[in-house]
């Protein structure tokens, strides 16, 4: 079946510009997870989607960041004003939350703030 | 403070070379995952430890959790250059079940041909 897809793959934007950036997870996987990774780094949790619940907004790094799930499935993650250090891959990752929680990640999008 | 730690950060060895991961905690983890992430793509899964000191298996890839459950290591025997990537070991903090993964920084494996 279809894996977790993300589009754009690359976005190049201006500082101080707003960028949305997409995901559409795995059919059936009622998680969904936002992630930042730098350069050389691991994985910066974002935020987490889980069916109707609230979404666990905690890892996100400023009120500049802000994300929704219509319908329980695509998710958008928006980035308004755009700062240099917000250039990162974004992931996205689903998972069905039974077990020991196994995600499966998109292949990211690359934001480059000019 | 960083909750799971990998050790080395970087490694580059030559093809047929055995090496060994370590992903190490303070804390207790109910399972830890291992993934492999190449450039340009997200991680992906590889294995799911559980129970304390259990060991899989996966080809040349030998997984192990320890006794406690608070660390976990990879080793990989005669390692070949589709090897290369970056490790990274997660898990959901905590005794019970949680919702949320915790990621170490990764191990960045460059096997040489």
């Known amino acids: 079946g279809a894996g977790v897809s993300q589009s754009p793959s690359n976005k190049v934007t201006e500082k101080g510009k707003d960028v949305e950036l997409r995901c559409d997870p795995i059919?059936?996987?009622?998680?969904l997870y936002w992630y930042r990774q730098s350069l050389g780094q691991g994985l910066e949790f974002l935020i987490y989607f889980q069916g109707n619940s609230a979404p666990d907004k905690s890892g996100l790094p400023s009120d500049r960041f802000s994300a929704e799930r219509t319908g329980g499935s695509v998710s958008t993650l928006t980035i308004q004003r755009t700062q240099q250090e917000d250039s990162a891959v974004y992931l996205c990752?689903?998972?069905?939350?039974?077990?020991?929680?196994?995600?499966?990640f998109g292949p990211g999008t690359r934001l480059t703030v000019t | 403070t960083q909750l799971l730690e990998q050790s080395p950060q970087f490694l580059s060895i030559q093809e047929g070379e055995n090496l060994t991961v370590y992903c190490n905690s303070s804390?207790?983890?109910?399972?830890l995952q291992w993934y492999r992430q190449e450039p340009g793509e997200g991680p992906v899964l590889l294995v799911t430890v559980v129970t304390g000191g259990e060991v899989k298996k996966l080809k040349r890839l030998t997984f192990q959790f320890g006794d406690a459950r608070k660390d976990s290591s990879l080793h990989i025997t005669a390692a070949q250059p589709g090897d290369t990537g970056l490790y990274l070991c997660?898990?959901?903090?905590?005794?019970?079940?949680?919702?949320?993964?915790?990621f170490g920084k990764g191990t960045k494996l460059t096997v040489n041909p």
């Open positions: 804390s207790v983890f109910s399972s």
């Open positions: 059919s059936g996987h009622t998680a």
């Open positions: 997660a898990g959901p903090p905590g005794q019970g079940g949680s919702e949320k993964l915790v």
């Open positions: 990752a689903s998972s069905l939350i039974r077990g020991p929680n196994e995600q499966y």
